[in-house]
């Protein structure tokens, strides 16, 4: 099955510079990688997705990069803020099976 | 539109009871995923209902933890003879298969096990 590795477990950044976590993924034929990002308490909740037709995507502050060759993805937070702060899931989906594998997060935290 | 949504909230029972957990799913989402979070970890897959096909229980940790759908909507996840460590925050998720793979999420039901 397909095994998401995912990296750094936390990461801790100062207010205003970029954030970047990357996945990787092992079967090749995931076609679908979303994003969670997780409030402590609260629900995850979908950031941005990518489809392995796209190399990347942006929204407003945060973008995505696929590499389907090396079979990685990335989520890039820039001009981080406070509110950034939570545990962002990454996960890799493929139609076949229709199960989406979780990375097991990273916990970011932006100091003021 | 209505989210999905999960009940109880919280949930604490003692050791050896059997707990139901419901999910009320985005209504004409043919697809519903219940998943695992233990404290500080991340989502752990258990099963997966679509449409009429038999789930997916390929996740379930042991034959206490079953679920079933019924009318292809509301789901229950029933944990039989609870123990410490199911204690957990079990997530539902549903999606439009075959339309939007995305997957929404419930607030959860956090269980302690006592």
């Known amino acids: 099955g397909e095994n998401v590795e995912q990296h750094p477990s936390t990461l801790s950044v100062q207010e205003g510079d970029s954030a970047v976590i990357k996945c990787t993924y092992s079967?090749?034929?995931?076609?679908?990688f979303p994003w969670y990002k997780q409030e402590l308490g609260k629900r995850p909740q979908l950031i941005i997705d990518?489809?392995?037709?796209?190399g990347e995507k942006k929204d407003q502050r945060i973008a995505v990069t696929l590499n389907k060759t090396a079979k990685h993805f990335s989520l890039h937070i820039t001009e981080t803020q406070p509110e950034d702060s939570a545990v962002y899931f990454c996960?890799?989906?493929?139609?076949?099976?229709?199960?989406?594998?979780f990375g097991g997060g990273t916990r970011v935290l932006v100091k003021p | 539109g209505a989210g999905v949504s999960q009940s109880p909230s919280n949930k604490v029972t003692e050791k050896g009871k059997d707990v139901e957990l419901r999910c009320d799913p985005i209504?004409?989402?043919?697809?519903l995923y219940w998943y695992r979070q233990s404290l500080g970890q991340g989502l752990e897959f258990l099963i997966y209902?679509?449409?009429?096909?038999?789930?997916?229980k390929s996740g379930l940790p042991s034959d206490r933890f079953s679920a079933e759908r019924t009318g292809g909507s509301v789901s229950t996840l029933t944990i039989q003879r609870t123990q410490q460590e199911d204690s957990a925050v079990y997530l539902c998720?549903?999606?439009?298969?075959?339309?939007?793979?995305?997957?929404?999420f419930g607030p959860g039901t956090r269980l302690l096990v006592l």
């Open positions: 998720a549903s999606s439009l298969v075959g339309v939007l793979e995305t997957q929404y």
């Open positions: 079967d090749s034929a995931s076609n679908y």
């Open positions: 990518i489809r392995s037709n796209v």
């Open positions: 996960a890799a989906f493929k139609a076949a099976g229709n199960k989406l594998t």
């Open positions: 209504s004409g989402h043919t697809a």
């Open positions: 209902f679509q449409g009429n096909s038999a789930p997916d």
